[in-house]
């Protein structure tokens, strides 16, 4: 019996020792990287006998520490006047009000900062070198030490609510997962042409009218005709749910600028109070997206109305910044104002560009008579900047150098890095977008800095936020899909030192942090597997790479137009193309396919990898594929213009010369133009083509409401050596159109010659 006893309480021993025996210990693998990071021996053991000590200035952030370890491992740990085995420590020494430094050894971990700000992000590079779950009451934590600051000083994150309403609940969360990758602000745009999201007291009509549209567009812009839902749409935040998500906010360092727009974008409001626009007449709350004409009138009372908004507005919002807007207000309806042109006159004013700076400078001396300042888009350059706004640049770089060349403050969010709202991936598969394309690579290789920028004019550049127009995105999923992981590549393009960035690197600490991701619920897009490819022309021999975004994973492939599997053709080298072909492949895990599958079809033609001249450079944002991307015989994707395979001009005339590189027989030339109306995209009305400089044949290009337009023109067999392809701009886009008055852009496809 005694003996039986024994062997009972060394089981029950054994048995406990087990459960006490820590979590395994995870490499560290934090996002955004910090500025020095040194691994050292041993492991520091979290338990619930952990104490902890602060001082008085970081008790909220020991507190969110606690509560985080409750809510996520069920782990209590005791607080203590002094000495406690985790530390919150003043380093008075430090410089950088957000800088900190955290140090684990086996004994300790003891986070210093001069303020609650570095307090906080030490904590959450803290939080990410725990364990994303465990059965365990004891978690393991590598011992390192960390001496980290951002490089900018603003890294902001935007979200529109104006398209798509979105509650409290999601916002908190979207803030949340802000905060987590060390983001200081939240730029929330509360008001837009399809609705008016925040509550103001004085005026109610923008609660019972400019909330709410009475349907909404089915499908995309470009789709003809149009469709509606037939379904009343909308919703606000009352001003105490605005105070919730400030306050809310704050706890995680974050600050929350408010937008609300003018003088465009402004139909909404004067749906609900018409005596706001240029005519007096009723409008609706606008139904589909695009840019409208009805904008705020420069009258006594849209500036009284403006102010009264602005002074519920700052009382709701402690930030120092509150941004206008100023983007997009087309100036048809002050051209044809008799008030308006009278207006222009009578001060002295250039032209209706000068009354929107007028516009722009009256508000911000009223904003700046409140002790706050204003931040706009780019547009606010247009005759003449505000004298102490801050130009936040959307339309490219080019407006973050004008304003910093001022030696005003910058802010860089350009739609060809910046803009979550455009696809991320080629696939067919994926949701919905406006358009674009910015796969995750091309964030993070963003310098948010300019080259043309000298040292001292760098100084002006805050820093770099992400937009979420949210037009596409209907639902909560569809904004974090759209989001993540985008939003990890920008917070180290934010954070982190340039010297210490490397895409390779990053993508190896990725996987983890997506688990965290899969931990709280966050529907990302996992793209980390996904199949890229390149043509090669060697000798007349033209070849297809395939390369996998993730080192050491296997691709197997196809070219028979079935879908690859796990016993597929094994992807060792270069895929030899002899005639038109479709390759489908995909990465796999030892038999489990891991990524989706990549399609592409290589069309064969006598032009692919020859030299290629054209008479003006593609726009910057749209030339991913470099000119070559003319002659790789690779269609684009026929509905998106932002891939890497169509490229976008905005000028007079193109022409394009092809060198075959000796006589070779031809008789066509096809391609593809983007016909995207919607985002100011004509096809071209005809395409005049030259052999050796003699002119072989003009066509016209037939009218068509098509998104992409095929044109296909033919002529004797003849033997050439040079091609010469002229193709004129569509010119101004009539009135009464998405960009009217405004040249139009044209995007061009694969030129197959044959």
């Not at 307090?119 to 779950?133: D, T």
């Not at 529907?523 to 395939?546: C, M, P, R």
């Not at 169509?646 to 070779?664: A, E, R, V």
Request: with cysteine.
């Amino acid at each position: 019996m005694r003996t039986t006893y024994y062997l009972t309480l060394l089981f029950a021993l054994l048995i406990a020792s087990c459960q006490k025996k820590p979590s395994a210990v995870i490499p560290p693998s934090i996002i955004p990287k910090p500025l020095s990071q040194t691994t050292k021996e041993g492991t520091f053991v979290l338990h619930s006998n952990t104490s902890l000590s602060y001082d008085a200035s970081f008790k909220e952030v020991a507190n969110y520490f606690s509560t985080f370890l409750k809510e996520t491992y069920k782990l209590s740990i005791n607080e203590t006047n002094k000495n406690g085995i985790i530390q919150f420590v003043t380093n008075t020494e430090i410089k950088h009000e957000e800088e900190y430094y955290l140090t684990i050894t086996p004994q300790k971990i003891k986070i210093e900062s001069k303020t609650t700000k570095g307090a906080f992000y030490g904590v959450q590079s803290l939080l990410q070198l725990l364990p994303i779950k465990t059965i365990s009451d004891q978690i393991g934590i590598p011992c390192l030490a960390i001496k980290d600051k951002p490089q900018f000083v603003y890294r902001g994150m935007h979200l529109d609510v104006g398209r798509h309403f979105f509650p409290v609940a999601f916002v908190k969360k979207y803030i949340d997962m802000m905060a987590m990758l060390k983001m200081n602000t939240f730029h929330w745009h509360l008001t837009e042409d399809q609705g008016w999201r925040i509550e103001i007291k004085k005026y109610p009509k923008l609660q019972e009218i400019a909330a709410y549209r009475k349907e909404t567009l089915i499908g995309h812009y470009n789709d003809q005709p149009h469709k509606f839902d037939g379904k009343k749409y909308g919703g606000y935040y009352t001003q105490e749910e605005v105070k919730e998500i400030v306050a809310y906010a704050s706890e995680r360092q974050i600050t929350v600028i408010p937008e609300i727009e003018m003088p465009g974008h402004s139909q909404a409001a004067i749906a609900a109070y018409p005596e706001l626009g240029c005519t007096d007449e009723p409008v609706e709350v606008a139904t589909k997206w695009g840019v409208f004409e009805d904008i705020y009138c420069p009258n006594e009372a849209t500036f009284t109305f403006l102010e009264d908004v602005i002074d519920e507005v700052i009382a709701l919002f402690p930030s120092k910044y509150i941004h206008i807007g100023g983007d997009e207000a087309p100036k048809t309806k002050w051209k044809n104002s008799k008030f308006c042109q009278q207006f222009i006159k009578k001060n002295k004013l250039k032209d209706e560009h000068g009354l929107q700076s007028y516009f722009i400078t009256r508000m911000e001396k009223y904003i700046n008579s409140k002790g706050k300042q204003i931040i706009g888009w780019d547009e606010i350059l247009e005759g003449g900047l505000a004298p102490n706004a801050t130009v936040m640049s959307w339309r490219g770089i080019e407006g973050a150098i004008e304003a910093a060349k001022q030696h005003h403050d910058v802010i860089l969010t350009p739609g060809s890095h910046c803009y979550f709202d455009h696809y991320q991936s080629t696939n067919d598969g994926e949701p919905l977008a406006i358009g674009g394309f910015l796969p995750l690579e091309k964030v993070y290789n963003f310098n948010p800095i300019p080259e043309e920028l000298t040292p001292e004019e760098a100084k002006y550049v805050l820093g770099t936020q992400g937009n979420v127009w949210t037009e596409y995105m209907k639902t909560t999923a569809h904004v974090e899909y759209m989001v993540f992981p985008r939003i990890l590549a920008l917070s180290e393009v934010a954070w982190t030192n340039p010297a210490n960035k490397n895409f390779e690197n990053f993508k190896s600490r990725l996987p983890f942090y997506l688990k965290r991701l899969d931990h709280f619920g966050i529907n990302y897009a996992n793209h980390l597997y996904e199949l890229s490819g390149t043509v090669d022309v060697q000798k007349e021999k033209v070849t297809y790479s395939l390369k996998s975004d993730t080192a050491g994973k296997t691709i197997r492939y196809t070219l028979d137009n079935t879908p690859p599997s796990a016993t597929s053709t094994l992807y060792e080298h270069p895929i030899t193309i002899d005639e038109d072909t479709t390759i489908q492949a995909a990465s796999f895990d030892n038999q489990e396919q891991i990524s989706s599958t990549f399609v592409r079809k290589i069309n064969k033609h006598k032009a692919i990898g020859k030299k290629i001249t054209l008479s003006v450079p593609p726009n910057e944002a749209y030339n991913a594929g470099g000119k070559e991307a003319l002659i790789n015989g690779i269609n684009g994707h026929h509905k998106r213009f932002g891939d890497k395979e169509w490229l976008g001009f905005k000028d007079d005339s193109l022409s394009i010369t092809i060198d075959l590189g000796d006589q070779k027989e031809i008789s066509s030339l096809t391609t593809r133009f983007h016909n995207g109306k919607g985002q100011w995209i004509y096809a071209p009305k005809k395409i005049t083509v030259y052999l050796d400089d003699v002119k072989i044949t003009e066509s016209l290009i037939p009218i068509s409401e098509d998104l992409t337009v095929t044109h296909k023109t033919t002529w004797k067999a003849k033997k050439a050596q040079l091609v010469k392809i002229v193709i004129p701009n569509y010119g101004k886009i009539e009135q009464g159109k998405q960009g009217g008055g405004h040249k139009a852009w044209l995007f061009i496809d694969e030129l197959i010659i044959k």
